[in-house]
């Protein structure tokens, strides 16, 4: 299946095969739903790791990089809250999510 874009993945996940999503370089975001499409993300920086939870997401990257946050199928840049570099992301709901960086 194409993914619609030539951005390199860092990360893929999904909790079902019609409900899966992928980021990447350029802050490229690819959903797989009933077919592959690519989302607005708020970002051009790198988007590196993802965490999906039961009706939200959130993707972290690169250095002074936004975080993005999914809700209702509509991605969103969220204040990260700092200058790091965020290369790993977990929640156990939308409003209770930790992410780590160097």
Known sequence: MASGTTAWPYCSLGKRATNVFAVGDNGVICAITAAPEQHERGTSNLL???????????????????????????????????????????????????????
Do not use: H, I, K
Not at 62 to 91: D, F, I, K, Q, R
Not at 93 to 101: K, R
């Open 48 to 102: 590196q790791r993802m965490v999906q939870l039961r009706s939200s997401a959130f993707a972290v990257g690169e250095t002074m990089a936004p975080s993005c946050a999914m809700t209702a199928a509509e991605w969103n840049s969220m204040a990260s809250g700092t200058t790091y570099w965020l290369n790993a992301v977990w929640g156990s709901s939308g409003s209770d999510v930790f992410a780590v960086g160097l």
